[in-house]
């Protein structure tokens, strides 16, 4: 059965991967800071938009809404482990963000690019290894635990909260 909840999590997990990818090609394609220019600066305003709401919103409401329903019928380790991983991936992706949206307006020094590819690369590796895992797991497991009417109230949740 798919979940509205579900449904909603994986639109915002694709667009993540989206965000992930072009942060990958961007780091990719540089071995030095690339120019600036408008489009990167577009292109950095909208990866960090889109981090700080996979990190702060998404994360925000998993924790605060989706895992307390696993955690009321007893399902503790899926919520333990991804709770974990919200840690160690929130720090990474608010630096990564913050380092984009200065180098939208200036563009990058040496040393800021040397820290945004560093740290970009272990957010791109951390975080679809974590999306993953929640398109596996999670997904499947808001299917077999949560009833219709606490999908809809979950998922009313998220669009208020959310987007």
């Known amino acids: 059965m798919n979940t509205q909840t579900g449904a909603l999590l994986h639109q915002a997990h694709m667009t993540t ?49 989706l895992f307390k329903v696993f955690v009321e019928q007893g399902e503790t380790g899926i919520v333990t482990m991804l709770t974990h991983e919200h840690r160690s ?27 945004f590819k560093d740290a970009g690369a272990e957010l791109v590796e951390r975080e679809i290894f974590h999306i993953q895992k929640e398109e596996m797991g999670l997904l499947a497991a808001i299917s077999a635990m949560v009833d219709p009417e606490t999908d809809a109230d979950l998922a009313e949740t998220y669009r208020r909260e959310v987007g």
């Open 89 to 115: 991936i929130l720090p990474l992706a608010l630096q990564v963000a913050d380092l984009a949206v200065a180098a939208a307006e200036t563009g990058f020094t040496d040393a800021s690019w040397s820290e």
């Open 17 to 65: 991967i989206e965000a992930l990818q072009s942060l990958d090609e961007l780091l990719g394609n540089n071995k030095k800071a690339p120019a600036h220019d408008d489009l990167l600066g577009r292109k950095l305003k909208q990866l960090a938009r889109i981090l700080k709401s996979e990190v702060e919103s998404h994360f925000g409401f998993e924790e605060n809404h």
